[in-house]
């Protein structure tokens, strides 16, 4: 072997493509070590065997074979293909080789491993499939703002197509009020930064801002150098539409919630008995500004009748918003609302459709609370009018028994006979009692109640010191405080005591100079208990209620059987008398 015939030898296994000789039949005359390394066989199992056989596992030459299509040509034919015997992709070229007489002898076969060309490429088309397919705009320009790239996504976004827009800078997209943007993006691409979601507004075809969020990389050369920028640009108009809607959907909420603060506030007003109409109106007043839509420009009065009733900064102006104050089917008032500026007038004017809905719904709240105290007042005044009535009543019964009793000691005063003078006494005070208890009733806030503890002691006082003289004194005791009684009870339960008392004083203590008399009155069990009591003589055992004389005595008994009532007599100390009675006679 000749050096030449070395140094091509080395060169034929030193190349890292497969390298073979095959002969017009296809029979593998010569193959270098990267075709043994890559099939994996022997130089024994390859050579002489035909090349289908060997790379095809085939019995024939297939159809697409390049050596066929050299013989066919004269020319060198290239194919690509995946091998079977392996998981990649190869690049086929088949030689001719000629003998002197121009004659096809041989093929050079030359099979080179594309496979990362093929993923390369495969890479690609998904790459620019995915951009031209993407419903956002990627555009890629040069650092001078050349556009270089412009998919179907920018054409959609930005109206212009690639062969409109590629080649002109991308200022072009940049409304005049944001060209200051393009510096801005520019030095922070040349420093190798990425800005990620910038949302801005961008111009298109039709001279229309459109709101873009922006994501701008920028594109390296494979030394690391910035060489470019890609923009991802995405249409946010219909985010923002949703945005807008959400924000006045929010707006309108609060409105509405305002509102209904204010409805309440003015409904619990509805339920305001202790206020008067006047103060119940000043705050509806202050209460109503602040759920309209303008707060701090809002002023409003209530006119009822003669009277008017403002916020501090009340000044009527145009933009007013009113709605009438209706009592008994008559208009009697209004209630006003107005901006003290002018706003923006939508297709509701000046005041939200809501709104002229709350200021009738209001003004029909005011409208009941106005119709309900003026209702309150005519009751006050008709109760006035029957409380002043019956005092004066009360008054004119007790002076005419004041009359009667003063009659009967005039009478008693021209009369000799001591038996008649003190059974006059006693009608007398039989009298008296009735009087007192319209005189109380009279000079009492409460017309229908009297209070128990006062009448005793004024009662007793007038029994006592009638016989109470220089040769006898007799002292007494009460114990009723805190118990009323009503007018239906307080004239029976009057005359029992005076003549149980009265009893007392003229019989008790016949035989000594001093005496005292007790009444208690106590409520238990949902009735009363009457004990009159003293420290006399005590009384006869003789006296049983089948067997009473007398007139007092006998008073007693049907006065007890009017209200319901027990009575019982004993000894303990003096005599007892007890009477319970229910609290309603």
């Known amino acids: 072997m000749g050096e030449s015939d070395i140094e091509w030898e080395w060169y034929f296994n030193s190349l890292e493509d497969v390298m073979f000789i095959v002969n017009r039949e296809y029979t593998i005359e010569k193959i270098n070590n990267k075709g043994l390394s890559l099939l994996k066989k022997s130089v024994e199992e390859v050579v002489d065997k035909k090349c289908y056989e060997i790379f095809l ?31 990649k992709y190869f690049s086929i070229k088949s030689s001719p080789l000629f003998d002197e007489k121009g004659k096809i002898v041989k093929f050079v076969g030359l099979m080179r491993d594309i496979t990362q060309q093929k993923k390369a490429e495969r890479k690609n088309r998904l790459l620019a499939a995915i951009v031209e397919s993407s419903n956002d705009a990627i555009i890629g320009k040069s650092l001078e703002g050349t556009i270089t790239s412009w998919n179907a996504g920018a ?35 040349c420093n190798g930064e990425k800005i990620s979601h910038f949302e801005t507004v961008r111009k298109t075809k039709q001279g229309l801002n459109n709101p873009v969020s922006l994501t701008i990389s920028p594109i390296k050369d494979e030394k690391g150098k910035v060489i470019g920028a890609s923009t991802i640009a995405r249409d946010i108009s219909k985010n923002k539409e949703i945005e807008q809607e959400k924000n006045r959907l929010i707006h309108r909420l609060n409105e509405r919630v305002k509102e209904l603060n204010c409805l309440y506030g003015v409904s619990k007003l509805v339920d305001d008995y202790e206020n008067s109409l006047d103060s119940i109106f000043q705050t509806a007043v202050e209460l109503i500004p602040s759920s309209w839509q303008f707060p701090e420009i809002t002023c409003d009065r209530i006119v009822l009748d003669d009277k008017t009733f403002s916020s501090k900064n009340f000044k009527e102006t145009p933009w007013s918003l009113s709605s009438d104050i209706v009592i008994s089917g008559e208009k009697r008032g ?53 409380e002043t009535l019956l005092k004066e009543i009360h008054h004119r019964v007790k002076n005419n028994l004041q ?28 009298i008296q009692s009735i009087a007192r208890v319209h005189e109380q009733l009279y ?8 209070s128990v503890q006062d009448y005793i002691e004024t009662l007793l006082q007038d029994i006592i010191s009638s016989y ?27 005359l029992i005591v005076n003549e149980i008392v009265s009893n007392a004083c003229k019989h008790a203590f016949s035989d000594r100079k001093k005496g005292k008399i007790k009444i208690e009155l106590i409520e238990e069990d949902n009735q009363y208990r009457l004990r009159v009591r003293d420290n006399g003589k005590g009384i006869s055992d003789s006296l049983k209620k089948e067997t009473i004389s007398s007139l007092g005595l006998e008073l007693v008994l049907n006065l007890v059987k009017q209200i319901k009532g027990t009575v019982d007599w004993y000894n303990d100390d003096g005599a007892v008398f007890e009477i319970k009675f229910k609290k309603k006679g």
Request: net charge negative; with cysteine; glycine share 2%.
């Open 468 to 494: 109470n003289s220089k040769s006898k004194c007799i002292e007494w005791e009460c114990d009723c405080r805190d118990i009323s009684l009503n007018i239906t009870l307080a004239i029976p339960f009057a």
């Open 334 to 386: 209004f209630i006003q609302v107005c901006y003290l500026k002018e706003r923006p007038v939508s297709w509701e004017g000046p005041f939200l459709e809501e709104e002229r809905h709350l200021i009738d719904g209001i003004s029909r709240q005011l409208s009941v609370i106005a119709d309900r105290k003026i209702r309150e007042r005519q009751v006050e005044s008709t109760l006035d009018e029957k």
């Open 403 to 430: 009359i009667i009793s003063s009659m009967l000691k005039l009478q008693s005063d021209s009369i000799n006979n001591t038996n008649y003078i003190e059974k006059n006494i006693e009608s007398q005070h039989r």
């Open 155 to 189: 054409e959609q976004i930005y109206g212009y197509s690639d062969r409109e827009i590629i080649g002109k800078n991308i200022s072009v997209l940049f409304p005049k009020n944001r060209e200051y943007e393009m510096k801005e993006i520019f030095d922070k691409i």
């Open 57 to 87: 596992d085939k019995k024939e030459p297939c159809e697409f074979c390049p050596l066929e299509k050299s013989i066919q040509t004269g020319n060198s034919e290239i194919i690509e293909r995946q091998e079977k015997f392996s998981d």
């Open 443 to 450: 000079k009492s806030d409460n017309l229908a109640e009297i």
